[in-house]
């Protein structure tokens, strides 16, 4: 028996008769893989469901926002218990491991304190984006903006009427200042979409 298959391409029949023009149409990625090698260019990278919208909503982005939350604030929050520290062992003229031991909680104490601060406010936001988002039918700027006051006026709810309009009030500023920012990186054509609809 003769080895000379060994060194021809995979071959399911013959070319002829399965309409397949080995010259110039075939061109095979290797010599052990024989398709067309147009196949894969053709398909689309991803496939949505038909209807689907190509980006992802606020349902999905939802949990990368609160778990960002969570780490910048355990970040922040552990850099300024670092900070707090070090002036606390250097007034109480504390050193060696007794020092050591003092920094570590400062720095876990603040920075849990600061990831739960955050991660919270992570969590009230995308819950009333996604809320509105089912409410409304839509997804737009309007949606970051209004989810943002209901966020500050949810957390600061407890504290009195004084400082939950304040928290509102905070609240629409920095998503307004979000959306605001966000329109003038995507250039003039986006702010020219944002006047024609909302003004």
């Known amino acids: 028996m003769s080895d000379d298959y060994l060194s021809k391409p995979l071959s399911f029949g013959s070319a002829h008769s399965s309409g397949i023009s080995t010259s110039s149409q075939v061109r095979p990625l290797s010599p052990y ?39 910048a604030g355990a970040c922040i929050g552990g850099m300024g218990g670092l900070y707090n520290g070090f002036s606390s062992t250097k007034l109480a003229n504390q050193t060696g491991k007794l ?12 920075g849990a304190a600061t990831a739960n601060t955050l ?30 006051g209901a966020t500050g006026l949810l957390y600061k709810s407890s504290a009195g009427l004084r400082k939950c309009v304040l928290g509102g009030g905070i609240g629409l500023a920095l998503t307004s200042l979000y959306v605001l920012w966000s329109a003038t990186s995507g250039g003039s054509k986006k702010l020219n979409d944002l006047k024609s609809q909302y003004l």
């Open 33 to 71: 893989l024989n398709y067309d090698s147009r196949y894969l260019q053709a398909q689309p990278e991803f496939i949505f469901p038909e209807g689907a919208s190509k980006q992802r909503g606020r349902f999905e982005l939802a949990f990368s926002q609160i778990g960002s939350s969570a780490m």
């Open 119 to 148: 991660g919270t406010i992570a969590v009230m936001y995308s819950a009333f984006g996604v809320l509105l988002q089912w409410t409304r039918g839509e997804d737009d700027d309007i949606n970051t903006i209004a989810a943002g």
């Open 99 to 110: 020092r050591r031991t003092q920094l570590l909680n400062h720095v876990m104490k603040q």
